[in-house]
């Protein structure tokens, strides 16, 4: 065993040692300005960012920008400002001569590029499929009260649940398991029948929500033939020259008579950037339209958010991200699972994100980069229902006062993917396994009152009944996928890509009762199951004219049931 991991360190002492001096000896600068279109006049405070590095500058007051030790080879470079369209362009370095970026005034231009759909930086326009993007600035906007409220603008998104703090999000008509929910990658999951993991995600930290509608992507594996939704966090970005930026953003919600507050600082370094944020709302039940009180909506809500990078050498990024989130007193004013006049809410829901990525921009001309990344992150969700329900009978007047269920959702994961290169085919590729535990329970307070013959209470007794409403258990997929999207001629852009992943669930023997006595009766045995879900994808764009596209998706997919749904129906 210790000859092994000697080995590996010394491979890994190798990596790293080649990739830095292969970063220290090929570096170039990059400078250039940016001007308006029309009037040719220099820009100042335009937004200009080597996304693949994660390099960004602004331009100063002559419109001009500058990098320095920039890794040679092939980069993208994005620009944008408020009031123009975005430009996105390849650069190749070295680069002798300055470059000048011309922007077209547009105000209400959208975002148009993305990294869900293909795992790298891509234009919608040639993704086969319908992509929607909902930016930070719309979120300052609108200050919407929930992520759905703010999708379910877009075309084809709707939500589902009239709970304001935590909704659930409808792609053409799918919702629960069949759309999955990630921030920054990391897959977000909880019950079943409540939604609650919408509401455990800040969204003074979002930079961007990317949405794709449908199978048109294999790179998430199982349950993703509804489709994808991607919270993308902020975080820090490298800079030529040390600085520090400070943020602060109250809100006030007057429907809801409650104050939020947004914090946020950064320091910036050539090769080291940190951030931190915080982001608190405490909100009452909200006033409908006609003035009326929407019993049982209030919340109270928390997020700290903690990002790190280092540029350990040119083709060496390294970023590390740590999110605590905690929700509590947030009320539930209906679901299906509930009595109709009972009331519900979350005393107390908490979800944590530790994320560490290390990205290798390798000197090979076919493979542009290797990224690997690994997260763990713990959902804790806890619920207490009043059903308000009382019932008569042999002389025993029985109320059950407090439904008390929760659960644990660990989930651990890793990903490794490339971004490959062959003439003109790019080929995302690569394998990814995480693991959920689901550790649930349920106790539930029963009053018992003895009644005589004029309904008098002669006693009153009260037990604490303890259950699982689902069995511990684990599941583990693990898959490989690949895309390739090339073109033909000028004018036809194809996308081929298959996913398939092996999944393993398994979970231990459950009794009916566990207090105030045991029941031996078993509800569900100790389980091992072995199931396959795929995916396959062919999609095309052909333009037809400048602003004319003819877009083509074929896709087809089999997912295999998640942990709740294997136990919802038992």
Partial sequence: MQTWIKIAVLLTLTVFTAG???????????????VDAESGRALEGVSVQ???LNLGVTTGRNGQFAFRDVAVGEHTIHVSAVGYAAQTFPLETPRNAPLTVILIPAPFVTEEIVTSARGRETSIADIPGSVEVVSAGELRERIPVSIPEALSRKPGLAVSSDMPWSQRVVIRGLQKDQVILFVDGARVVTATETAAEFGTIAQGDIERIEVLKGPISVLYGSGSTGGVINVITRSGRFSDTPGLKVSLHPTYETA?????????????????????????????SYDAADGVEVRNTQFRDRQTQVNLGFKLTERHLLDIRR???????????????????????????????????????TPVSWWK?????????????????????????NGKRTTVELIHPGAYHKVSGGRWQNVLSFGNHAVVAGVEGWQKRMESYRSKRVKVEMLDTEGNVTKTVTNIIEDLPVPESTQRPIGAFAEDAFTVGERLKLTLGGRFDFIHTENEQAFKQYAPAVDSTVVWQAARDDDRSWSLVAGAVYKVAEHIDLNLTLARSVRAPTIEERFLDA
Wanted: aromatic share 10%.
């Fill in 20 to 34: 830095s001096a292969t970063g220290q000896n090929q570096v170039s600068r990059v400078e250039g300005v940016v």
């Fill in 256 to 284: 809801a008579e409650g104050m939020g507050m947004y914090e946020r600082a950064e320091w910036s370094s050539p090769r080291f950037h940190i951030s931190l944020s915080q982001s608190n709302r405490d909100y009452g």
């Fill in 50 to 52: 080597i996304r693949d």
């Fill in 369 to 393: 980069e290797s990224r690997v990344n690994a997260y763990y992150q713990p959902i804790h969700r806890d619920v207490e229902l009043i059903p308000n329900v009382v019932t008569t009978a």
């Fill in 323 to 361: 999110q605590d989130f905690k929700a509590s007193d947030v009320g539930i004013p209906g679901a299906r699972s509930f009595p109709a006049n009972g009331v519900a809410r979350y005393p107390l829901t908490t979800r944590e994100l530790t994320d560490a990525a290390w990205t290798w921009r």
